[in-house]
């Protein structure tokens, strides 16, 4: 892999969970002549994109986009979702971040909480929530920190199975998933959907997106101090024109524009598989090194492979050598560090460049004394 430059920057491409790798149409994108975001040029580019968005998230229901990162909608869900009391599950770093924004937002809640790298259970969903009176739940679909994947689908067909679980939001933080990982928004019948544009939509970092239901919508007009800024009552009555509340970032609409043509002509399927085949090409490699992965089988993630580092591998010194070559990967999440090292293959990831990453490691690894 070659050392490509961009404005006399070296290149170094992202094999991380996020921000991803960006293509150059994607980013040339963003340099279309700046409009006003009342203009009526900003309000068609806001329509375009909201008929194509809904698609990538499997609905007919309304998607809204704000100048944020993920955790910033993972706010707005428990701000404008919950009055009584909120389920956290929590089996990783983004799942546990969400506890803490529910509490630091002074929501009532409880948590269910399981080992890293496991995922989430319906099982255990249902057995939390029938000890108490819950008015939403929060989980995590992909775990970036562990490389789990927890069955959304099944986690949502057992909510509703429950007494009263028809009143139960649904609240599904998808950043690392969502456009990698098939997610059906309307047939699942799920409550808010958000996600992020630097993971698997290969965006520069800085919008956010969120699917909306009706039931999540008439929750949020019955609770108070919802703030203004992640109000969804304030975001619909803005997106009933395609527009938003406050400026939004304009250059990265331009590039979301451009990626969600360039999603739909790859077809969403095609997508899903490419991630699925980009996975288990790096578990086969990482098994065939005697390597393990930390999330069991059945539930490691289309996206980011977390793969345990049993060889004891300098994962400092590997990126040393990566980045020499042009590329990185990312060490283990907060106490995961250097006992695992995470390979991401998510966004615009071609089998190709895969391949050139792990023989790349491969040379590295085998330069390492015995």
């Known amino acids: 892999m070659t050392n490509s430059t961009r404005h006399g920057k070296q290149h170094i491409r992202l094999f991380i969970p996020g921000p991803t790798e960006v293509r150059p149409t994607i980013l040339d994108a963003q340099t279309e002549w700046m409009i006003g975001h009342r203009m009526p040029e900003c309000a068609d580019l806001f329509g375009r994109i909201q008929e194509k968005i809904r698609q990538v998230f499997y609905t007919e229901s309304r998607v809204y986009i704000t100048a944020s990162s993920g955790t910033g909608l993972q706010e707005a869900a428990v701000r404008n979702c919950s009055d009584i009391n909120v389920l956290n599950c929590v089996n990783g770093a983004f799942s546990d971040r ?8 002074g929501k009532q809640n409880s948590v269910l909480e399981v080992d890293w790298g496991k995922p989430i259970l319906p099982e255990q969903v249902v057995d939390s929530l029938s000890a108490g009176d819950f008015d939403a739940i929060t989980v995590v679909h992909n775990e970036t920190s562990t490389g789990a994947t927890s069955p959304i689908e099944k986690i949502a067909e057992a909510v509703r199975s429950l007494p009263g679980g028809d ?25 808010v959907v958000l996600t992020s544009s630097q993971k698997a939509f290969a965006l520069p970092a800085g919008l956010a997106f969120c699917a909306v239901s009706d039931r999540a919508l008439e929750k949020a007009r019955t609770v108070s101090h919802r703030g203004y800024y992640f109000d969804f009552l304030e975001l619909e009555k803005y997106l009933l024109r395609n527009q938003t509340p406050a400026t939004p970032a304009i250059s990265l609409l331009y590039a979301l524009d451009r990626q969600l043509d360039d999603m739909l002509a790859e077809g969403m399927e095609n997508r899903f598989q490419r991630h699925l085949d980009l996975r288990d090409r790096t578990i086969f490699w990482a098994q065939a090194r005697g390597l393990k992965l930390f999330a069991p ?16 591998i300098d994962i400092n010194e590997l990126n040393q050598y990566l980045r020499s070559q042009g590329m990185i990967i990312s060490n283990g999440y907060g106490p995961l560090k250097g006992k695992n090292f995470r390979i991401a293959h998510m966004g615009d990831t071609q089998f190709h460049e895969l391949e050139e990453l792990l023989a790349t490691i491969d040379r590295f690894l085998a330069k390492e004394p015995a």
């Open 98 to 105: 969400w506890r803490k924004v529910t509490e630091a937002n």
């Open 167 to 191: 009143e139960i939001l649904i609240l599904v933080d998808s950043v690392s998933g969502l456009s990698g990982i098939k997610l059906e928004f309307d047939a699942w019948d799920l409550d």
């Open 297 to 312: 089988e059945g539930y490691r993630s289309p996206t980011v492979t977390c793969v345990m580092n049993d060889r004891e």
